[in-house]
């Protein structure tokens, strides 16, 4: 079992940056992928980012790549979001998922572990 627990949302303008991160409570935080999906009001939640469990598998979602930078601390069991040159269009929940000995996959099905979600909301 993984209990996953998201922070740093907030409210930001058009530009600006945040960094979510992700504390994971388990023993087997290196044997995890972990992924950030978000999800805004009406919408399908959609994948962002993931990073493998070795760390080496990195993928993201063409809306963000170039803007957002996931990686992962094994000495704090954490998983970070950095945000740059945020859009209104970003404005959701942003949740984060763990994958046993996973690959760094898109679709969140293939995610066993969910945290709560953190909301991001940027004002143009």
């Known amino acids: 079992q993984v209990q996953l627990v998201e922070s740093g949302g907030g409210l930001v303008q058009t530009g600006g940056s945040l960094r979510l991160s992700c504390a994971a409570t388990?023993?087997?935080?290196?044997?995890?992928?972990l992924g950030w999906f978000r999800q805004a009001q009406g919408n399908e939640r959609e994948f962002v980012a993931a990073?493998?469990?070795?760390?080496?598998?990195?993928n993201y979602a063409a809306t963000v790549k170039g803007r957002f930078t996931i990686s992962r601390d094994g000495a704090k069991n954490t998983v970070y979001l950095q945000m740059n040159s945020l859009k209104p269009e970003d404005t959701a929940v942003y949740y984060c998922?763990?994958?046993?000995w996973g690959g760094g996959k898109t679709d969140y099905a293939s995610y066993d572990y969910w945290g709560q979600g953190t909301q991001v909301t940027v004002s143009s």
């Open positions: 990073i493998s469990w070795s760390g080496v598998g990195i």
């Open positions: 998922a763990a994958d046993f």
């Open positions: 388990t023993r087997t935080f290196s044997r995890y992928a």
